[in-house]
């Protein structure tokens, strides 16, 4: 017989007659790869993990001595968190500074793969993972179909109700603030930056993004497809369209620029604004930063002129401030690329930033008054929005039990996605992040009572989900967040920023930005000037952080007199978001 009709028998019979996935019990470590070898048996591809062995377990010479020298994250976390004197004389050594820069951004954007290797339909290296942009890339590939548990060989044969798990962990009881002071500037901040990029394609499914250039191109200001921009475009002056309200400028009427916008049906045409991003009629909060990015932009144009030909390269500068030259990666291996990844989003879900009800001025509105009310904007007008988000504290991210009813459909929504992906657990993730794997329900979370329901959902903490775990893990001392959205989050948002073409050598210069002047904008752009150049009248603090005393918080016109950390540049959603620094 022939031989090749004998292999692809066998081979069959192997299919047939294997049990489980061998790799369904993610047996290679230190991110090597899973290989089936028929029937029960894999082999581990430890190739430049540093370690090898039939799991990847045992380090090499150069590993070992590397990990034994560095320090456990919540180490550095504690050293970057004290110390405040120390800090301040390395702050203050340019030489130093910069090394320390350096080393974080390239040891923390190194744990993400550039080009991506998985998506979530691909577990494997393939060019359909590389070229279909349409993609989410992943960071672990999903776990096979074929497992004896949804979670590969761990917990139970079932997930737990998603409702039910919503509601006894999620769930807000009662509002529990940041410790960190986070204010509600920042969260719609947060929404606004990362929502250009975060556009999951609904009618594909969670697996598909929108926003194929996965990075910061600015689509959430000028539209992402080229018909939108030119919808949004004036076409006078480099100018984009607007309508004036009570004087103010403010984004231009669906019903003008005929783009599409996602309001429900009770929203009257008149109150209908057009700005990049389809769903930012959402919140006030994005309405509010589409106009200041709308006046910034006109404002630019207005005086210095610069041209803009590619938006990507005009505004993304923006975004960094010195601390986060991108000069300091031009001596290093670095991929100036990026792919957003699946699990990026998920992380990103921040719902419990959201309080109870929204304070303006005097006056306290909840969430159906509030959302999709862009009379808000025009009412109170840019000035009060900024003073009162900055004033209003933020809900706490992690330590459980802090989403709001009004938005607990999104967290459980979330981890239906999460599951329609096949994520690994939260364990899986934190090794690949370099943590240690929780050992316990209780080291998870820090207590008992909720360790106790997870237990009784997931019967194995090897089990629990990526999600559920991100918001339920014990917070850092006073922070808003626990160790694993931190060293998670901050590699993907790392390589997110100086991934982008912007801050490679050939682009990074001033002529890029039309000059000298544009790129000392460029340079110098921080929260409180972008307020300030674009409001009427004396400008509010605008603020990242509520202040301690609320007596402290008034108008005033010099921007450098208030915070230190106001920069507007994602380097700050990060340092915020990290307390590094
Ligand atoms: C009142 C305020 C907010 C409301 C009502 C809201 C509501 C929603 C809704 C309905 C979705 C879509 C869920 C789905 O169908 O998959 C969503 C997605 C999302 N939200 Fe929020 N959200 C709010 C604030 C925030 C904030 C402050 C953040 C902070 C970062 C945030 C981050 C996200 C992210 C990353 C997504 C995923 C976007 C995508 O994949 O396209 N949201 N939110
Ligand atoms: C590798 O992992 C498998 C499954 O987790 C385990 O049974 C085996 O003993 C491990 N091998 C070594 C050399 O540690
Ligand atoms: C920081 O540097 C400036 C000059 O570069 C110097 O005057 C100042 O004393 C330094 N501060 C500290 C705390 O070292
Ligand atoms: C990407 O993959 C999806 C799902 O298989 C497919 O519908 C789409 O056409 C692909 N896009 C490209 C550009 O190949
Ligand atoms: C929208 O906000 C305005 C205040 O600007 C308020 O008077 C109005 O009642 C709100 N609309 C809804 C539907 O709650
Ligand atoms: C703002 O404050 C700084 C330092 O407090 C001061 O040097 C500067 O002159 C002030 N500018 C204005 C416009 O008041």
Request: charged share 20%; glycine share 6%; proline share 6%.
């Amino acid at each position: 017989m022939n031989t090749s009709v004998i292999f692809i028998l066998l081979h069959l019979g192997f299919v047939i007659c294997q049990g489980a996935n061998p790799c369904c019990s993610q047996p290679c470590q230190h991110r090597g790869v899973c290989m089936e070898m028929g029937a029960d048996s894999y082999e581990c591809d430890c190739t430049r993990t540093g370690y090898y062995g039939q799991n990847c377990t045992t380090p090499e010479f150069l590993t070992w001595l590397k990990v034994s020298l560095k320090p456990s994250p919540n180490t550095v976390h504690y050293i970057l968190t004290h110390f405040r004197s120390v800090w301040k004389i390395v702050n203050n050594v340019t030489f130093l500074r910069n090394a320390i820069m350096r080393y974080v951004l390239t040891s923390r954007s190194h744990l993400i793969e550039s080009p991506p290797t998985f998506n979530s339909d691909y577990g494997y290296k393939s060019w359909e993972v590389y070229s279909n942009l349409s993609y989410y890339a992943r960071t672990l590939p999903p776990i096979p179909h074929d497992c004896p548990t949804p979670m590969g060989v761990v917990g139970k044969k079932e997930l737990p109700d998603v409702k039910l798990l919503a509601e006894k962990l999620l769930l807000r009881r009662k509002f529990i603030p940041d410790p960190q002071r986070t204010s509600l500037m920042f969260a719609f901040f947060a929404q606004h930056f990362t929502h250009q990029f975060f556009k999951t394609d609904m009618k594909k499914g969670p697996a598909f993004t929108r926003a194929t250039n996965h990075g910061v191109d600015l689509g959430h200001i000028y539209g992402q497809d080229l018909e939108r921009q030119h919808k949004l475009r004036l076409f006078k002056d480099g100018k984009l369209r607007y309508q004036v309200v009570h004087g103010e400028v403010y984004p231009p009427l669906v019903s003008e620029v005929q783009v599409e916008m996602h309001y429900p049906p009770h929203i009257p045409e008149s109150r209908r604004f057009a700005v990049g991003h389809e769903a930012f009629g959402l919140v006030p909060g994005l309405m509010m930063y589409g106009t200041l990015w709308l006046r910034e932009h006109n404002r630019v144009c207005d005086t210095i002129k610069i041209v803009i030909e590619d938006y990507v390269q005009h505004l993304s500068g923006y975004h960094f401030k010195l601390k986060f030259d991108p000069e300091l990666l031009f001596s290093e291996q670095f991929q100036y690329q990026n792919r957003i990844s699946s699990e990026f989003n998920t992380l990103y879900h921040w719902h419990p930033l959201m309080p109870d009800d929204f304070h303006v001025q005097d006056e306290v509105y909840n969430y159906q008054q509030f959302l999709f009310n862009t009379s808000i904007l025009t009412d109170y007008g840019v000035n009060s929005l900024v003073e009162s988000f900055s004033t209003q504290i933020a809900g706490r991210v992690a330590g459980g039990r802090n989403v709001a009813p009004a938005v607990l459909k999104v967290a459980v929504k979330s981890i239906e996605d999460s599951r329609k992906l096949r994520y690994q657990s939260i364990n899986a993730y934190r090794k690949r992040f370099n943590m240690k794997p929780y050992k316990s329900f209780e080291e998870m979370t820090g207590e008992k009572e909720m360790a106790a329901e997870l237990r009784e959902m997931y019967g194995d903490v090897d089990a629990v989900e990526l999600y559920a775990g991100l918001l339920v893990e014990k917070p850092r001392a006073n922070a808003i967040f626990g160790e694993t959205m931190v060293e998670m989050g901050a590699p993907y948002s790392l390589k997110g920023l100086m991934g982008n073409p912007i801050c490679s050598p050939e682009y990074w210069k001033p002529s890029t930005f039309g000059g000298k002047v544009g790129f000392e904008i460029v340079n110098s752009a921080s929260l409180q000037r972008l307020v300030c150049n674009n409001v009427k009248g004396p400008c509010p603090v605008a603020s990242f952080h509520v202040p301690n005393v609320k007596d402290s918080v008034t108008t005033t016109s010099n921007a450098s007199s208030s915070h230190s950390d106001q920069n507007v540049s994602p380097a700050v959603l990060l340092k915020e978001r990290t307390s590094e620094l």
